[in-house]
Each structure stands twice: as structure tokens, then as C-alpha cells.
């Protein structure tokens, strides 16, 4: 069976992507396994230029300490990164979930995650990590990097877990929303809740006609959908939605241009995951 991956690491979204993973696992029947990345510069070598312009035997006495307090510090590295994940199990299982693995890993984490994806039905992600807790405009920097590498669904979860009970799906016509509506219309995850199916343009027939394919989908499956289409700024209008309606997570398509337009223009699923107090739900 495939499992649910959630990455955790020291931040204040730690405990929300435990409890998120766990009520996903809830939903689903699937497995978690929690995974903490180490970067290669919590374990790397220093570099032997630290003990600057001095003499040899000074020197050479240096770089044998350099050596060894830098053993030390990988050693604490990992030490930490084994703690991180017992407290993300004690958490998880604390949910209710009861197959529940760890894995710590050393390298670069877009690299790990691509690596481990092909078992893997979902990955659950901070919307910020360590470094970015207090850097409130800014999203994880990790975060789109990880996105743009998964082919399976990113769920990112909001700073304070909450149950889901009512989601909205962003629908612009493009692959990447149809993918998303194929996939919630498979999922057990969101199974029974209610749906609104939100799309932004001008109110013209065609614009509305092309909301009735998704919903059509989404209803044989079993869903309650309220199809909408709503005029204005795309960021703004599902952005206002999500915040009025009280909306539990947001469903979109990833990423459906590439990094060079979204310089230019800007890019709707960051904004949306910059903007959203609750759980994003990313598809590619």
C-alpha cells in the first residue's frame, strides 16, 4: 500500500503536519512515515581555510580541533533529527494511527523526496520550516522547490491543524485542475464532505458551461458540489472565498506555468498558499 510521507523538522508546523498526516491516515487507511532531512550542511566537513594565516603547528593543532568539534556537530546533528522524529511518532500515534515508521536522511531534500515518491500516494509539508517561522510574507524555501519536483499530491499544511469538514477547489480549465478534480473524485480522503467547485472569469456562457464537466465528475462520485463563478482578480477572489465561507482546505493545480512567467507575473499557488490560513492541497 502506498504511504503517506510527512516531512517534519523543528519548526511550529511540525505538530500540524503530525496531525494533519494522522487525520489524512484517518480518512484513508494508509500509513505514515515520518521523514527529517538533514542538509549536508549540518554534517559537512569545515572547511580548512577557518584557521586562517598562521603558523604550522598552530595550524595543524587547530584543524585536528576543527575536526573534531565538527564531528561532534554532525553527531548532535543527527542525535536531533532522531528526537524530531520520536516526538512526530509519539504525536501521530497519539492520533490514533497505529502503523507509523521513521526515517532519518542525510542530503539535499528535494533530491530525498524525489527519491522516495514512487511510494508514495501524498506528501505532507509545513508551509514554512525552521528557518522561516517568523518570515511571515514568505513561504518555506523549500516549499516550491519540493512542489515543482513531486508528480504525486502535496499536501501543505496550515500552521494549526483543524479537521476538514468543507473544501474548495480552485478551477481555472487548465490540466493541472483537472488532475485535481480527478484526484479528489478517487480519494477517500475527502469522501462525504461538502464541495465547492470555484472558478474566476467573466460571467459568460462559456465560462459557465465549463464548470459542468468537473462537477459532473465530482458528483458521480459521490460529492455534494456548489459550481461557482465569480468575477475578479484570481488571488483576491478565492483568496476573500476561502476566508468568508470558512473553507477547511483549498484544492488547486500546481505550478501550471513555468518558474520564468511566474517571475513575471507572479504565480496564483503561492499566493494562495501565502495567503490561506488552511491546508492547501497541491496537485501537479
Avoid at 24 to 51: C, F, K, M, Y
Avoid at 98 to 109: K, M, P, S
Wanted: hydrophobic letters at 45%.
Amino acid at each position: 500500500m502506498s504511504k503517506l510521507i510527512a516531512l517534519v523538522d523543528g519548526s511550529i508546523y511540525a505538530r500540524s503536519v503530525c496531525d494533519h498526516a494522522a487525520w489524512i491516515a484517518g480518512r484513508t487507511g494508509q500509513p505514515v512515515e515520518l521523514l527529517h532531512v538533514l542538509g549536508r550542511r549540518e554534517t559537512a566537513s569545515v572547511p580548512s581555510d577557518l584557521s586562517g594565516s598562521i603558523a604550522l603547528g598552530a595550524r595543524t593543532a587547530l584543524l585536528s580541533e576543527l575536526a573534531t568539534l565538527d564531528e561532534q556537530r554532525a553527531k548532535l546533528a543527527q542525535k536531533r533529527g532522531r528526537a524530531i522524529l520520536d516526538d512526530a511518532k509519539a504525536a501521530v500515534e497519539e492520533d490514533g494511527v497505529g502503523d507509523v515508521t521513521t526515517r532519518l536522511r542525510i542530503g539535499d531534500l528535494v533530491e530525498t523526496v524525489a527519491e522516495m515518491e514512487k511510494d508514495a500516494a501524498m506528501l505532507v509539508i509545513g508551509k514554512r520550516g525552521e528557518g522561516a517561522d517568523f518570515a511571515k510574507l514568505h513561504l518555506g524555501s523549500n516549499l516550491e522547490r519540493v512542489v515543482r519536483a513531486m508528480h504525486k499530491p502535496v499536501f501543505v499544511a496550515s500552521r494549526a491543524f483543524k479537521p476538514v469538514e468543507r473544501f474548495v477547489i480552485a478551477y481555472d480549465g487548465g490540466a493541472s485542475a483537472n488532475r485535481a478534480v480527478d484526484c479528489v473524485a478517487k480519494s477517500a480522503m475527502l469522501k462525504g464532505l461538502p464541495c465547492t467547485l470555484l472558478s474566476v472569469g467573466a460571467d459568460t456562457a462559456e465560462n459557465r458551461s465549463r464548470l459542468d464537466a468537473p462537477a459532473r465528475i465530482l458528483r458521480d462520485a459521490g460529492y455534494t458540489v456548489e459550481a461557482l463563478l465569480l468575477q475578479g482578480d484570481p488571488d483576491e477572489v478565492i483568496g476573500a472565498r476561502v476566508e468568508s465561507e470558512h473553507e477547511g482546505l483549498l484544492v488547486m493545480g500546481a505550478y501550471g506555468h513555468s518558474r520564468i512567467r511566474s517571475l513575471v507575473i507572479g504565480s496564483t499557488t503561492s499566493a494562495m498558499v501565502r495567503r490561506c490560513k488552511i491546508p492547501v492541497l497541491l496537485i501537479r
